[in-house]
């Protein structure tokens, strides 16, 4: 049997993480969780080790601060690398991913390097309006500049392939924001790998509030605009 790794990042997310751990080992017994938490000031860590004594299938990866999403996201791929799981599955702890929906994006992972949960095409954006409308304007812009057959840049609902996770790790990325997603997709993509998306619903998170920083939505566009402006210098055109 393929072995599936599910990760998720935690930062004050001690109202949602419970239900994450049970809805994922629901969905998907035989996979194993990772979640990696930057010393949660609300008590997250302490939370995921009083789970992790009745869960053997739950990792704890506790840093000593706040590190960012980017080197957590690197750090499970290097895991997952290191354990030669066959899959890893990404996704947020709040809510707003539906754990019932990773069977759909592992299924689509058997005919493709990488997979990625999409509100477009089919999915559907249920958070609120300022949510949507900034995913709306990134997504456009990166379907715009950098064309891959993808409706989804952004969300980080995901399935890499052993063949994905190297071809991430090996590659020169940049930003350690919210931009690096973009990034990822764009490095795929360079690497001619084999790309699908899955319709998923995108909720708004349950407890908490978002965490992503105003000064990040300007930085985004900016690695966008690198990226294309790379694209050019290939000599690849994008079909805007």
């Known amino acids: 049997m393929p072995r599936s790794l599910i990760f998720t990042a935690t930062f004050n997310e001690r109202g949602n993480v419970e239900a994450w751990v049970r ?36 990792c704890l990866i506790h840093r000593s601060e706040k590190q960012g999403l980017a080197s957590a996201h690197l750090l499970a791929m290097r895991f997952a690398q290191d354990n030669s799981y066959d899959f890893l599955i990404t ?5 707003s991913h539906q754990a019932w929906q990773i069977p759909e994006l592992l299924r689509a992972a058997r005919d493709a390097d990488f997979v990625i949960g999409t509100r477009y095409r089919g999915g559907h954006h249920r958070a609120g309006a300022g949510r949507r409308l900034l995913s ?32 991430v790790l090996n590659a020169s ?31 708004d998170r349950v407890y908490g509030s978002s965490k992503i920083p105003r000064a990040q939505i300007m930085t985004s566009m900016g690695v966008l605009i690198t990226l294309w402006r790379q694209r050019l210098s290939n000599g690849k055109r994008p079909a805007i």
């Open 23 to 58: 809805g994922s080992h629901r969905a998907c017994p035989d996979a194993d969780l990772l979640v990696i938490d930057d010393s949660s000031p609300d008590g997250t860590g302490s939370l995921l080790e009083e789970i992790a004594q009745e869960a053997p299938y739950l």
């Open 173 to 203: 990325l940049r930003d350690e924001g919210y931009a690096f997603f973009l990034e990822v997709v764009e490095a795929i993509h360079q690497a001619g790998l084999t790309v699908t998306e899955v319709p998923i619903e995108f909720l």
């Open 136 to 167: 709306w304007g990134a997504n456009s812009a990166a379907r715009a500049l950098l064309p891959t057959g993808l409706s989804e840049y952004t969300t980080s609902f995901r399935v890499f392939s052993p063949t994905a996770l190297d071809v």
């Open 91 to 95: 996704m947020d702890a709040d809510g």
